[in-house]
């Protein structure tokens, strides 16, 4: 495959298929880190191209790159997070927040309590909301489709009981 071919590649799944890594992004990493993260997809993407014979479809391929990705930058991270001490030693500042304060700070604190789910299961709950099937979520980690059925009963039932507490506690 020529460079020109893999650009192409490269082009036309970011087209149809972006949406994916920012929501992997925003799955496994806060704040400074999602950009970080993205690269990393990126990076991982583009040396996968060659990898992919057409089995599946692009945005499976897509699936699976980026969620193996994710978790291998996660696995990196906490290494890092130990050796340096306190990740949370430096907070970023945000930036003033817009009109839709309310529904922002939601959808963060929804990605909060996704990414304090193991490893597997966050990937699993973000393909879940993805839309995509338990058959191809067990296509893309390797698992059956009954072991991503009882992964996903259990992570739902802790999200949601997460997000009563988020949702009820007084602003």
């Not at 650009?7 to 880190?33: K, P, T």
């Not at 009882?150 to 506690?169: F, G, I, N, P």
């Amino acid at each position: 495959m020529t460079i020109t071919e893999r650009e192409a590649c490269l082009q036309l799944w970011m087209r149809d298929h972006a949406a994916i890594l920012y929501r992997v992004a925003a799955g496994f990493a806060a704040g400074a880190d999602r950009g970080d993260l993205m690269q990393e997809l990126l990076i991982a993407l583009w040396k996968a191209i060659p990898a992919f014979r057409g089995d599946a479809q692009p945005a499976t391929f897509v699936y699976r790159v980026s969620h193996n990705a994710a978790m291998a930058w996660k696995r990196s991270a906490r290494r890092h997070d130990r050796a340096m001490g306190d990740p949370d030693a430096l907070k970023w500042t945000a930036a003033p927040a817009g009109p839709d304060d309310a529904q922002r700070e939601l959808l963060e604190g929804v990605y909060a309590r996704i990414r304090e789910l193991p490893e597997l299961d966050r990937s699993l709950v973000l393909l879940s909301l993805d839309g995509l099937s338990y058959r191809e979520m067990a296509a893309i980690h390797g698992l059956s489709e009954s072991n991503v059925g009882a992964r996903l009963s259990r992570s739902k039932a802790r999200l949601v009981q997460q997000l009563k507490e988020l949702t009820d506690e007084p602003r």
